[in-house]
């Protein structure tokens, strides 16, 4: 099993850039493809990205392709999404989360963090 948890939300303007932070804890992080998703009220949770277990391969939304970037240290135990140009289409609920494998669908993860915030206002 693996344990995740959230961090880096917050209020941000348009064109900000911003870093979330998934810390991960228990000895199997490594055998576990990392993704975010996001959630914004009202509306279903959507794939942002993914990253393989070892790091070398990545998957990114078309939605944020060209801003975002995923990221791990196995080391560390943690994963990275980095966010640039925020836009106000950002603002959601973000989500890491663990599985088998680069997918797009939240059903094919086995473990979740509770979320962070991020919103994008001018």
């Known amino acids: 099993q693996v344990q995740l948890v959230e961090s880096g939300g917050g209020l941000m303007q348009p064109g900000d850039s911003l870093r979330l932070s998934c810390a991960a804890s228990?000895?199997?992080?490594?055998?576990?493809?990392m993704a975010w998703f996001r959630q914004a009220p009202g509306k279903e949770r959507d794939f942002v990205a993914a990253v393989s277990l070892s790091g070398w391969s990545t998957y990114i939304a078309n939605s944020v392709k060209g801003r975002f970037t995923i990221s791990r240290d196995n080391n560390g135990n943690t994963v990275t999404l980095q966010m640039n140009s925020l836009r106000t289409d950002d603002t959601a609920n973000y989500y890491c989360?663990?599985?088998?494998?680069?997918?797009?669908?939240?059903?094919?993860?086995?473990?979740w963090g509770p979320g962070t915030q991020v919103t994008v206002s001018s």
């Open positions: 228990g000895r199997t992080f490594s055998r576990y493809a």
């Open positions: 989360a663990a599985g088998s494998g680069l997918y797009e669908r939240p059903d094919q993860y086995d473990y």
